[in-house]
């Protein structure tokens, strides 16, 4: 049996390598570190990546570490269903310049597309049903028909840079507030790191980490984006800074509550006024909970709340694991941002039963528990945030497999 395996293995390996050598000869050039890239005014999210780099990382890791026999039949087949949609019309990517995922949450404009370069210059612009090419710039619109409304959007929030993209390197750009910031994405084989937007000195009060931790001066942009049937959102949308160490969490029988997290939160507002109107927006929208003097029952679950400050608000789920003194644990925190811990915390749930066998035909959750569980934590780092896989576990291969289960949806 176990040479039926080799055999079989050999096979896929053979007719995977006879491909590669066929469609894949622009490897023997290196490409140049410097590529161009555009720059999307409206756009929220963009990640740039040098598919020549990649791809011999994925080609390394897939067929000559990992030798997974099933995951490699799975990205054949989805390249198969791809080539035969024919939504770009055999335009052929230049695989030694940049590509661009971009995401554009606009209240006028709310689209994702993919910008690479063809090989073929069109000297007139050129649309299909999910494209449009202007010289070499495609732009693909995976999710949507193209019209002339999307060319003119195109050309007028477009503009363009020149940026290194090293191997092993991917780009992360966000716009906030009109102001275009840059993180570095890197990894070796078994660590990601991500460079950090500079935060400057910061002394506030922060939780003492525990479990998974995540704290953060919350941008005015993000807080504006809080949808508005959002049940919570009165205790959000006037928030300076938050301060959580999250758990776990577990299914309830609860209607109207059916999860229950398992977490501590310091959440600091803007000013003494901002904290009172938020407690009190709070009990007008939840006539029916049941609160004394520092608690508050939502459903089977009952919080433990405290002012700890004029503008900070303290709330656990669980006055006896969290805060046994009625006083919360805290520390300063010298930056901006600071995140520690087990990610595999925020996809743990207990007591599911199932309810769990539910969750996990879920491709979005089981990619991001299967994930998760494959790491041994995330930590800062000088000026970086290191995310750390398991011994055996590549970092390539690992986001490779969330991405193909994500692609389900």
Same mark, same amino acid.
């Given at each position: 049996m176990k040479r039926i395996k080799e055999i079989s293995y050999a096979l896929?390996?053979?007719?995977?390598?006879?491909?590669?050598?066929?469609?894949?000869?622009?490897?023997?050039?290196?490409?140049?570190?410097?590529?161009?890239?555009?720059?999307?005014?409206?756009?929220?999210?963009?990640?740039?990546?040098?598919?020549?780099?990649?791809?011999?990382?994925?080609?390394?890791?897939?067929?000559?570490?990992?030798?997974?026999q099933k995951f490699i039949q799975s990205i054949r087949s989805m390249l198969k269903r791809s080539k035969k949609q024919q939504s770009l019309d055999n335009i052929q990517l230049d695989f030694k310049k940049s590509v661009s995922i971009i995401l554009v949450n606009d209240p006028s404009y709310k689209k994702s597309l993919l910008h690479f370069h063809a090989v073929n210059q069109e000297v007139n612009p050129k649309q299909g049903k999910h494209y449009v090419q202007i010289g070499q710039d495609v732009f693909f619109f995976p999710n949507n028909t193209v019209n002339a409304a999307d060319v003119a959007w195109l050309k007028k929030h477009i503009s363009w840079q020149t940026i290194a993209i090293p191997d092993k390197q991917l780009i992360l750009s966000q716009q906030e507030d009109g102001i275009q910031r840059v993180q570095r994405i890197r990894w070796n084989q078994n660590e990601l790191h991500v460079s950090l937007l500079p935060t400057g000195e910061n002394r506030s009060l922060i939780l003492s980490p525990r479990y998974f931790h995540y #704290?953060?001066?919350?941008?005015?942009?993000? /807080? $504006?984006?809080?949808? %508005? =049937?959002l049940k919570m959102r009165c205790l959000l949308v006037q928030l300076k800074r938050i301060?959580?160490?999250?758990?776990?969490?577990?299914?309830?029988?609860?209607?109207?509550?059916?999860?229950?997290?398992?977490?501590?939160?310091?959440?600091?507002y803007? #000013?003494?006024?901002?904290?009172?109107?938020? /407690? $009190?927006?709070?009990? %007008? =929208?939840?006539?029916?909970?049941?609160?004394?003097?520092?608690?508050?029952?939502?459903?089977?679950q009952t919080y433990y709340l405290k002012e700890t400050s004029p503008k900070s608000l303290y709330i656990c789920s669980d006055k006896s694991k969290f805060c046994p003194s009625g006083i919360p644990t805290l520390t300063r925190c010298q930056t901006g941002f600071f995140c520690k811990g087990e990610l595999a915390r925020l996809t743990s749930i207990q007591n599911t039963g199932w309810a769990g066998l539910v969750l996990d035909m879920i491709p979005a959750f089981r990619a991001s528990k299967t994930l998760f569980d494959e790491t041994t934590g995330i930590r800062m780092h000088k000026d970086e945030l290191v995310l750390s896989f398991k011994k055996g576990h590549l970092v390539t291969h690992d986001f490779l497999q969330a991405f193909m289960a994500y692609n389900q949806e």
């Open positions: 896929v390996l053979g007719t995977m390598v006879i491909v590669v050598v066929q469609t894949s000869l622009f490897l023997v050039t290196k490409p140049e570190d410097k590529q161009r890239i555009p720059v999307i005014s409206a756009a929220n999210l963009q990640l740039s990546a040098q598919p020549y780099y990649l791809i011999r990382q994925l080609l390394g890791s897939e067929l000559l570490e990992v030798k997974d #704290s953060h001066e919350v941008p005015a942009h993000l /807080l $504006a984006r809080i949808p %508005e =049937d301060s959580i160490n999250y758990e776990n969490g577990k299914l309830t029988e609860d209607e109207q509550f059916a999860f229950a997290p398992s977490f501590e939160a310091l959440l600091e803007e #000013s003494t006024q901002d904290l009172t109107i938020a /407690l $009190a927006q709070f009990k %007008e =929208d939840f006539p029916n909970l049941i609160w004394t003097e520092n608690t508050v029952q939502i459903g089977t």
